[in-house]
């Protein structure tokens, strides 16, 4: 029994980091001045427990959920896409271009093409370092964060140049057609279907690896490739597959923002959505099932920040530093890792001397009488 609760300690370690963050948290915001339960009664209550609030909650969640599966797909294959935030980019470019440059078709062809088309994109940008990994052995993070700039600057490209609105006073392309935005899920908010794809979509990818093939052949990889290989797995196969899939996911966040909240191709239209996606796998422990958790925690803070410092006037920086105190101690618990034959040892090294300390006094006791 001793030891299944050591175990869940363990497992919720991530949950101590996050408490952990927020205690040294609240000594930041005593040295701006502020009460830190009055500003955290104001972040979450803002974020988590107001209509409105709780909506720009969901609108961020949208595209960090999706950012955080596109990093912990290849992270099961033990691959790092730092690539999400130009996966994002180039996901929203495709679709803005099938959204504004295809004839005019049913809505009912029209929106799925146009979803297509931004998971393409996405999974493209992702499958160019994959198939360098895979093939030449260049090291995947180098290539993903380079093509992120990359991404970045061509969508700036097109969205101030071949595709900006004529006489626009900001580098953004035509409006599109109302009969392709995405449905809302709230009255009078900005929170669009988005986030039901993205939960549909963790649940699909933790069924995925649980309990399929394709998942236990990915963990394989991940876990050692060369057991792999022996085991009659494509390595390379896993790989490209990984990178293609976990760009299709950030394409798909890249593509919600531009169908489902700004209605255009915007330059610089991710505030850094991908690298988010980094602090919510990790916080997530790399289970697909818990990155909307992550995912919603993060937005929350995201959300509630402008809340809080309309309440209390400290500075939403703080929340700034709150979220790298959250990355810090995260990572330093993964490192933590529970060790059954180590603990059992040390519980049976413990009830045997217990056992003599009890032997003990019942010899004394047995002495004195």
Known sequence: MMLKGIELFY??????????????????IALGGVNPLAAYKEL????????????????????????GLAVVIPLRAG????????????????????????????????????????????????????????????????????????????????AGGPMMQEGAPYPYSEEIAEYLWLPWIMGGTD??????????????????????????????VGKNQTAGRYAGINVKRQILVSMFVAGAFAGLAGTFEVIGLKF??????????????????????????LVPLSAFFLSGLKAGAHIMQRATG?????????QGLVIIFV????AFRFNQSQWKRILDRRKS?????????????SGSD
């Open 353 to 365: 001397m217990e056992r003599q300390l009890a032997e003990q006094n019942a010899g004394a006791k």
């Open 264 to 289: 255009r191709l915007y330059h610089l239209f991710s505030p850094g959505y991908g690298y988010d996606g980094i602090v919510v796998a990790f916080l997530a422990g790399l289970n697909p099932i």
């Open 11 to 28: 497992l919720l370690r991530p949950v101590w980091a996050v408490l952990l963050a927020l205690v040294l948290g609240s000594a930041l």
């Open 44 to 67: 979450f209550g803002g974020a988590f427990f107001d209509y409105y609030g709780f909506a720009n909650t969901l609108v961020k969640m949208s595209p960090i959920l999706l950012a």
């Open 191 to 220: 929170a669009h279907a988005g986030i039901l794809f993205g939960l549909g979509l963790a649940l699909i990818a933790w069924l995925t690896i649980r309990f399929t093939t394709v998942g236990f052949a990915l963990d394989t």
């Open 79 to 158: 691959l790092f896409n730092i690539g999400a935030e130009g996966q994002i980019y180039m996901g929203g470019l495709l679709a803005a271009m099938a959204a504004l440059y295809l004839p005019e078709i049913p809505a009912a062809i029209h929106i799925p093409v146009v979803i297509i088309a931004g998971a393409i994109g996405g999974g493209l940008w992702g499958f160019i370092p994959g198939y360098l990994k895979a093939y030449h052995g260049i090291n995947e993070v180098i290539v993903t964060i380079l093509m992120n700039y990359v991404g970045i600057n061509l969508v700036s490209y097109f």
């Open 331 to 334: 990572a330093a618990s993964l």
């Open 314 to 322: 400290l500075e939403s920086t703080v929340i700034d530093a709150i």
